[in-house]
């Protein structure tokens, strides 16, 4: 869709230095203007910035509804444009896997989504992204992930290393194990050959991620660190540059990620279900400790709008620090500096948020509707111009 005209939304609580106040927001050029422009008027409704999402993986349900039953890249790639945009989504980065284990999450893979994500983002309603999790046991890839890095212009990588859990699993729980080479599409022999590959390739990791590092600060990427299980492992990364820790697996390595000043990343469907899926810390457990910085939709994109009311509801913090959680505090953490806030200059990226159902009924990306719904989307349809502009 092309950009709105000219607006200037009135009546709703704007959420701007630090609280929600009755202001107007004007948009212009696809930025936060200033000055009198046509008018939508919103009474009743909440505009927060919109939510920048830095880890999702919930993407691939959209490729492939079943493991082994995948589905036309571009059209997956649609399906979950339409969905973020629905729950207040204008930035995501999509977490794709670059690992030993092959299928979906092989380098090739990785590749194939970079490529088809490349040809859809020029009729995007999100700005969609993509964020890399290598494995960091994949040592002979390494040349090739620095080159997809720099052709594609990833800008945010991570490092895994889920090479244990796998050994252990192959060596004692073979229906797991089974399961897992199915979901693949593997034999469990063949799994079986990847995770010996791979830890054969032990010795070779330490200098891999000086390589990668040094690489990537060379192209200004973003680098951090998946499940972090113990302070060593925070540390070694931090020594090398990967600065942010992604979901750090007990309250520990959170407390020294905070203590290195190393941003903490947790899941929002954490907070919504108060406890991980896999057993892990709770995310509600750092962010009362003051060691989480941010929230990530992980498997569930519409988990990120509810994490931020539950804080709320639970008395943890009012909705200004709740929603920066979702959309000021990642952007701020990947240097992103036109957006997550409401602010004169920086793009239009912002929620309509009805505050009696807390339900998103408007998303505007980069000044262009991206979503539109409920007695909202009548208000802005009243405007003529952007009645036109749907009718065309």
């Not at 920066?324 to 990226?349: H, K, V």
Request: proline letters at 6%; charged letters at 25%.
């Amino acid at each position: 869709m092309s950009q709105l005209p000219p607006l200037r939304l009135t009546g709703a609580l704007i959420l701007q230095d630090g609280s929600l106040q009755p202001r107007s927001l004007s948009l212009a050029e696809g930025k936060i203007a200033e000055g009198v422009m046509p008018e939508v008027n919103l009474p009743g409704y909440l505009i927060l910035p919109g939510i920048v999402d830095l880890h999702g993986d919930g993407f691939e349900h959209h490729m492939a509804p079943r493991p082994t039953a995948p589905f036309p890249m571009a059209s997956g790639l649609a399906s979950f444009d339409r969905e973020a945009a629905a729950h207040g989504v204008t930035t995501a980065y999509l977490a794709q896997s670059w690992s030993w284990e092959g299928a979906h999450r092989a380098p090739a893979h990785a590749e194939a989504i970079m490529t088809a994500l490349e040809e859809y983002q020029p009729r995007a309603l999100t700005d969609l992204r993509i964020q890399i999790r290598a494995e960091t046991h994949l040592v002979q890839e390494t040349d090739r992930l620095i080159d997809a890095v720099q052709r594609f212009k990833v800008g945010y990588v991570v490092f895994n290393d889920h090479l244990e859990e796998g050994l252990q699993m192959w060596r004692t729980d073979e229906a797991r194990f089974d399961h897992w080479a199915r979901r693949l599409g593997k034999r469990p022999r063949d799994l079986a050959d990847s995770i010996a590959l791979a830890r054969d390739s032990h010795d070779e990791v330490p200098r891999s991620l000086r390589r990668l590092a040094d690489a990537f600060d060379r192209m200004g990427v973003h680098y951090g660190s998946h499940d972090d299980p113990d302070m060593e492992t925070r540390e070694t990364y931090r020594m090398i540059g990967a600065r942010i820790a992604e979901f750090p697996l007990t309250p520990r390595v959170a407390a020294g990620a905070f203590a290195m000043q190393s941003p903490v990343i947790m899941g929002a469907p954490n907070v919504v279900r108060g406890q991980s899926q896999a057993g892990n810390v709770s995310a509600m457990e750092l962010i009362l400790a003051g060691h989480c910085d941010a929230l990530v939709s992980d498997y569930h994109v519409p988990a990120l709008s509810m994490a931020a009311w539950a804080l709320v509801d639970r008395g943890v913090m009012e909705i200004a620090r709740a929603w920066a959680m979702i959309s000021t505090n990642p952007a701020r953490i990947l240097a992103l500096a036109d957006r997550g806030r409401l602010e004169p200059g920086l793009r239009a990226d912002l929620v309509v948020v009805k505050a009696e159902t807390r339900a998103i009924e408007a998303t505007i990306t980069a000044g262009r509707l991206s979503y539109l719904s409920g007695e909202a989307g009548q208000r802005f349809l009243a405007q003529p111009q952007i009645a036109r502009m749907a009718a065309e």
